[in-house]
């Protein structure tokens, strides 16, 4: 423990999200284990590589990579698809990206942590049926008490005019407007 070197690199193998140290050329010089086994990949076909190696095809990584190296910036929660070399070897990960700097403060290149998100896109894209399902029942108990209103109106009316109403017949006809209310508010 009282050697730096040593420390830092024990605690760069430690890290649980994959690290990526890439250069100012963008080429990627270093990675600790967990980049191996989250792209199904070993260190020696992609050390030395180029960044696009992972992550083919996304400028907007690459971009952000850049703008590190020229500001010194650091960007979170920048979302991208990892490759794999395996079927189905597109994968959703975060990144976040900062700057490595030398003694004298200079960037010397750029530290990504990756996270992989395949687990947690695979939990939201469960809760999406729920989701809806949780929204149509809002929408339904909606629609059920804009019907009710209206009908408590109606039903209280026709008992209204049942009882002003000195014809039996046309009581009766109230009476079935009432229980045809009664019936309606039930099923609602």
Not at 133 to 139: E, Q, S
Request: aromatic share 4%.
């Amino acid at each position: 423990m009282n050697d730096p070197e040593h420390l830092h690199q024990n605690i760069f193998y430690s890290i649980i999200d994959g690290v990526l140290l890439v250069s100012s050329s963008l080429t990627i010089q270093e990675s600790n284990l967990t980049v191996e086994e989250m792209f199904h990949r070993s260190r020696d076909s992609f050390i030395h590589r180029g960044l696009e190696e992972l992550f083919p095809r996304q400028p907007h990584v690459l971009d952000k990579v850049r703008k590190v190296l020229v500001t010194g910036a650091c960007y979170h929660d920048v979302e991208a698809k990892g490759m794999r070399n395996t079927p189905s070897s597109r994968f959703p990960v975060n990144l976040t990206l900062s700057p490595f700097l030398e003694s004298d403060d200079s960037i010397q290149g750029v530290v990504i942590l990756i996270k992989n998100m395949s687990l947690i896109r695979e939990l939201e894209e469960r809760q999406r049926p729920t989701d809806h399902l949780n929204n149509l029942g809002a929408v339904t108990m909606g629609m059920a008490h804009e019907i009710r209103n209206p009908l408590g109106g109606i039903r209280g009316s026709a008992q209204l005019l049942r009882q002003e109403i000195k014809n039996k017949s046309h009581q009766e006809y109230l009476n079935v407007v009432i229980s045809e209310v009664d019936r309606i508010d039930r099923m609602v």
